[in-house]
Every structure is written in structure tokens, then in C-alpha cells.
């Protein structure tokens, strides 16, 4: 299967490097779509020749450069997959219609395989082809269907939530380093904790009360901990930020 990607910014870099196979790639004249076709082989090429020969067309650009993209590769593509934020299958298919459309929001995870990729599930659509789609993306992670309209709520958990994951890191790290750890410690600490306790949680049949109370002494240290934690307002720190990200029409 021939797959193409439109834009070669973040997004496309991490799924090109999760599918690890060549690809057909273009980008707006940055070179980044070379970079990508120099890692994992394939071809740097127009929208209109990326439309053309792949079987599976990726929008990888930006959401308000649709209408561009669109303009030149409307006709061309069949089967196009959308990563773009914020943007419905009802726009895509206005904007490229006859092309079999799919709205995806895959993570940057994607490149080491372990995404959680969410799927806005589509009742019009082909069951073949979505199966197509739907294996192509299982490949890079775990894929999770939602309506539509919980698109927005979805990505504000995994679309963003590599960046959360991030800052909760740095947060510990910088706490273990004014305790007196050296900065490689801290992280190797910090970051192991986070992917160790990820398997725990998937082994443990995702039961976050377990894993806490099976570190979490009556009267303990790990006990005064969480409640510093709940003290300083981390609970409503993700429901803000769950808020922030949606956006006002949703509250
Ligand atoms: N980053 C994430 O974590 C994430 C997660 C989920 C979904 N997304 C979605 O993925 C999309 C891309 O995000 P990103 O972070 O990868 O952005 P990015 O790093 O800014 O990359 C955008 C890419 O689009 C290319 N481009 C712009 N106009 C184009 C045109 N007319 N024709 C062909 N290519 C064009 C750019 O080309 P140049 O390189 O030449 O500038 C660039 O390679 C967005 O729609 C975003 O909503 C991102």
C-alpha cells in the first residue's frame, strides 16, 4: 500500500517514522519532506503527485491550509485520511468531494509504536476501506473510536497529553534535583517511574486505585505526598487545562 503525506512538520515526521516504510512525501518548500524520504526511504513529491499515486493520502499540513491543499489535489486523491485539528469530516468531504474521507488524531508517540491514536467513527463510511485505514493505523498504537462530536474531548487527552506527560516529568525531575539528585538520575528515576507504572496500570486492567493504594501506606510517606499533590489543585489543574483545550463552546 502507497502511502502519501502531505506536510512533513512533526506529525508527519512521527507516523512516517512509526510506519518505518517508504513514503510519498511533499512539504511548502521547507526540505523537511527530503529529510523524511532521506530516514525512511520513498519520494519527495507535489500534493498533486502524492494525491495521484498514493493509495492512502495522510493531510498532515495545517487546518487552515485546507482550502490551498484541497485546490490543488481535489479529483486526485481517493482515499484520504485528515489528521488536521479541529477539522470534521463534513469539512473534508466539502472540501475534496468524491474522496473517501477519514478524521483521525493520531499522537507523537506514533513513532516509537506506542500511540493512542483516536478515530472519529464514521457511519457512512466503506467498512472495507475503514478497516484498511483502521489497520494501518493499529500499526503505530492503540486506536480508539469515538462519535465525532467527542473528537475534541478525546484529543484533549492524547493529542495533547504527550506534552502533559512531558511537563509532569520536568516538574519531578526539577523537584529531585533541589532535594540534591544529579540531573541524569532524576530523569532516569522520573521517566522510568512514568513508563514502569504505564505497564503496571495496562497489566493491572487500568485500576489507578490499585496502583496507588499498593504504594500508599496508611499515615505514609506516599500518603502525604498525594495530598500535597490534591492541595495544590492538581485534579482541577487537568480539568482547567481540559476546558482550555476544547474551548469555551463546550463548557
Ligand atoms: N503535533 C502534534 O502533536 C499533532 C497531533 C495531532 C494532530 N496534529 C495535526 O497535524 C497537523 C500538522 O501538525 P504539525 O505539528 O506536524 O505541524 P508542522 O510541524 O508545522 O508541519 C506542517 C507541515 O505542513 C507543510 N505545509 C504547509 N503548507 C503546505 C502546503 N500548501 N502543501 C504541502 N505542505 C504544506 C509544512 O511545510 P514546510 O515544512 O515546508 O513548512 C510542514 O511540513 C496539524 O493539522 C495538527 O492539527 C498534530
New binding site residues.
Given amino acids: 500500500m502507497v502511502i502519501g503525506l502531505?506536510?512533513?512538520?512533526?506529525?508527519?515526521r512521527a507516523l512516517a517514522r512509526g510506519w518505518g516504510r517508504p513514503v510519498l512525501v511533499?512539504?511548502?518548500?521547507?526540505g523537511?519532506?527530503q529529510a523524511i524520504v532521506d530516514e525512511v526511504g520513498g519520494e519527495r513529491v507535489s500534493?498533486l503527485e502524492a494525491a495521484q499515486r498514493a493509495d492512502v493520502l495522510v493531510l498532515?499540513?495545517?487546518?487552515h491550509?485546507l482550502a490551498?491543499?484541497a485546490a490543488e489535489i481535489s479529483g486526485a486523491a481517493t482515499t484520504v485520511v485528515s489528521?488536521?485539528?479541529a477539522t470534521p469530516t463534513a469539512a473534508l468531504r466539502a472540501a475534496l468531494p468524491g474522496a473517501r474521507c477519514f478524521a483521525i488524531?493520531?499522537?507523537?508517540p506514533v513513532e516509537v509504536q506506542r500511540g493512542a491514536i483516536v478515530y472519529a467513527a464514521d457511519p457512512e463510511a466503506d467498512p472495507a476501506v475503514e478497516a484498511t485505514i483502521l489497520g494501518l493505523f493499529r500499526e503505530l498504537g492503540v486506536v480508539v473510536s469515538v462519535p465525532e462530536g467527542l473528537l475534541d474531548a478525546a484529543t484533549s487527552l492524547s493529542?495533547v497529553g504527550?506534552a502533559y506527560q512531558a511537563l509532569l516529568a520536568e516538574a519531578q525531575i526539577d523537584a529531585g534535583i533541589r532535594l540534591g539528585l544529579r540531573p541524569w538520575d532524576a530523569e532516569n528515576l522520573v521517566i522510568e517511574t512514568m513508563a514502569g507504572t504505564a505497564e503496571l496500570l495496562l497489566r493491572r486492567n487500568r485500576d489507578t486505585l490499585a496502583v496507588r493504594r499498593e504504594v500508599t501506606s496508611p499515615g505514609g510517606s506516599t500518603a502525604r505526598g498525594l495530598a500535597a499533590l490534591e492541595a495544590a489543585g492538581l485534579r482541577s489543574a487537568f480539568h482547567q487545562a481540559a476546558d482550555a483545550v476544547v474551548g469555551p463552546s463546550r463548557k
Avoid at 502531505?6 to 508527519?12: H, L, S, T
Avoid at 511533499?26 to 521547507?30: E, K, L, N, P
Avoid at 498532515?60 to 487546518?63: E, I
Fill in positions: 502531505i506536510g512533513a512538520g512533526n506529525m508527519a511533499s512539504d511548502a518548500g521547507s523537511r519532506a500534493n498532515a499540513h495545517k487546518p491550509q490551498q491543499v489528521v488536521l485539528g488524531m493520531p499522537n507523537t493529542g504527550p
